[in-house]
């Protein structure tokens, strides 16, 4: 048996998706800027699946922008608003300390060009007030960019409210809407998003697709140059297979937001009330706002990579925010954010579940989490001194 | 390819010599939580300088565990004289090999091995100026 509780890392494709996309591979393959029919069929589906995802949002088709993922449409957004601001002499920009890599490192990028950067504190809940982003917002702030949802601790920003603070003091706001695409409901009007980056693969599209909403008003500066597609704010052929499969995949996921999400959080809840009776551990983002699939745990004691090797041993599929996961001598940046120290973020471990998870399984995730957890704890150093009081537990 | 050889795995699946040794004369413990990795050996020598038993734990990765696991193997009834010699290519090897961002896993347990022989030899050495003083 295998439970692939890793669907924030990424997701199985659907049959729709898969289905979406064969036609445009090996019958209408043609490229959508030729002239003659077969490149014209691939055009035509283009302008459909940009209005299809336009429509998920309730965006115009031309405020859509296909691109290679959402690495790349939180590169080109935090860079456009960033040409857009230095023009006027507005070089400050607002984010928080546990956003995804694509916005940490796109910001460093800019502040080596002499940007201002301020990084908000996230609270151990893992949430951003509103409040907070309006007393950042300064006279030569460019762009406020919070991700709606966070990729490892699950949390759900306020955007509708980051998004009216900034729009009272006319500030530039986008969102990283990597993990909440196809999982919440977002209408970018009424949430009051400028800009909001998504990736396919994260509500069972394909990889290498990714979409950028920018607002018909908002002068894009191009990372990829190379020709006329995307109303030439990105060169390259257009991937019509992905785009197609993207669309189709979004328009699914959001149909199903609420029947997923009705199934999904009775099992979330019972799987971090499962996992919270393991003694000296703690649930890691919000409780109640927090994504339907998200549970994320650490547990004092023990190290998280020897944890995800021995559940996979056990069939479940599940990731940590361990320094020996992560390939660096840290652990996380996003538990290091809400107030986690090494020892215990070394511990961590993330549960995404898909939409099709059982409460069978649920309830073979908590036995086999606890096992392990406590097989682990037995032959760890650091819980015999925590056992035998010669050091002082973090987690009480 | 797999991230760990099948050595790698079996030994992070089935570690050898885990545990706590009671009657222990040389305990070794190298590492800090802080980075992600503690390793504690527990050495019972006898008198004729031969490494009798030997017990280990580890709170770290599967690779930390794994080489807590095969040093121990390696130095287990071996003289005094001989696992002072264990170096950390000694247990990459053993395992059949480490990944380059793992390798420091090797040298965690050759440091903790050679931290309970020298916590051996301080005791022996404490011992015998304890006998020679009036």
């Known amino acids: 048996m295998t439970i692939y509780a890793d669907n924030a890392a990424t997701t199985r494709m659907s049959q729709t ?209 190379g020709g006329a597609q995307e109303r030439g704010k990105r060169g390259g052929t257009e991937n019509i297979p992905g785009i197609m499969a993207t669309a189709a995949a979004l328009e699914e996921a959001c149909a199903n937001i609420d029947k997923n999400a009705a199934h999904l959080i009775p099992l979330r809840d019972k799987l971090i009330a499962g996992l919270d009776k393991i003694p000296h551990s703690i649930l890691n983002g919000d409780r109640v706002n927090r994504l339907p699939g998200n549970v994320n745990f650490c547990f004092e004691g023990i190290e998280g990579e020897s944890l995800l090797l021995l559940l996979d041993d056990k069939g479940i599929c599940a990731s940590s925010g361990s320094a020996c996961t992560s390939g660096s001598l840290d652990p996380s940046h996003v538990l290091l954010a809400i107030g986690r120290v090494h020892d215990v973020a070394h511990g961590s471990l993330r549960l995404s579940l898909g939409e099709d998870v059982t409460e069978e399984q649920v309830d073979y995730m908590i036995a086999a989490v606890t096992d392990v957890v406590a097989y682990l704890r037995s032959m760890s150093p650091v819980w015999r001194d925590l056992q035998e009081g010669r050091r002082e537990y973090i987690l009480k | 390819m797999a991230l760990y050889s099948d050595k790698v795995m079996d030994h992070f699946r089935n570690p050898r010599n885990v545990g706590v040794l009671e009657d222990a004369n040389g305990i070794g413990e190298v590492g800090n939580t802080m980075c992600g990795d503690i390793m504690k050996i527990y050495l019972k020598v006898n008198d004729d300088e031969i490494i009798e038993d030997v017990k280990f734990e580890t709170f770290g990765c599967g690779s930390a565990i794994a080489s807590s696991s095969m040093a121990t193997e390696l130095i287990k009834g071996k003289p005094v004289s001989e696992a002072l010699e264990l170096t950390n290519k000694a247990v990459a090897e053993a395992l059949d090999g480490l990944p380059a961002h793992k390798m420091h896993c090797s040298v965690l347990a050759e440091e903790a091995i050679q931290a309970a022989l020298e916590d051996y030899q301080n005791k022996k050495l404490a011992a015998k100026q304890g006998v020679t003083q009036p």
């Open chain 1, 17 to 225: 998706a898969i289905n979406a996309m064969l036609p445009y591979m090996g019958e209408i393959y043609g490229n959508p800027s030729s002239l003659h029919t077969v490149g014209q069929k691939a055009n035509e589906a283009l302008t459909e699946a940009r209005e299809r995802v336009a429509k998920c949002f309730g965006c115009e088709p031309r405020e859509i922008l296909f691109t290679s993922g959402g690495s790349e449409a939180d590169n080109q957004a935090i860079v456009s608003a960033a040409r857009i601001g230095e023009k006027k002499g507005k070089k400050h920009i607002i984010s928080t300390a546990f956003e995804h890599h694509a916005v940490l490192h796109t910001l460093a990028k800019l502040e080596k060009e002499g940007f201002d950067v301020t990084l908000l504190d996230v609270h151990e809940n893992g949430i951003v007030t509103p409040e907070e982003v309006a007393a950042a917002i300064r006279p030569d702030t460019c762009l406020v960019t919070i991700m709606y949802a966070n990729n490892e601790i699950g949390s759900i920003q306020p955007i509708p409210e980051i998004g009216k603070v900034c729009h009272e003091k006319g500030v530039l706001f986008h969102t990283d809407a990597v993990q909440a695409a196809g999982h919440i409901h977002i209408d970018v009007n009424e949430q009051n998003i400028d800009m909001l980056s998504l990736s396919a693969h994260k509500f069972h599209g394909p990889k290498g697709t990714g979409v950028l909403f920018a607002k018909k008003s908002i002068p894009l500066t191009n990372i990829i140059e």
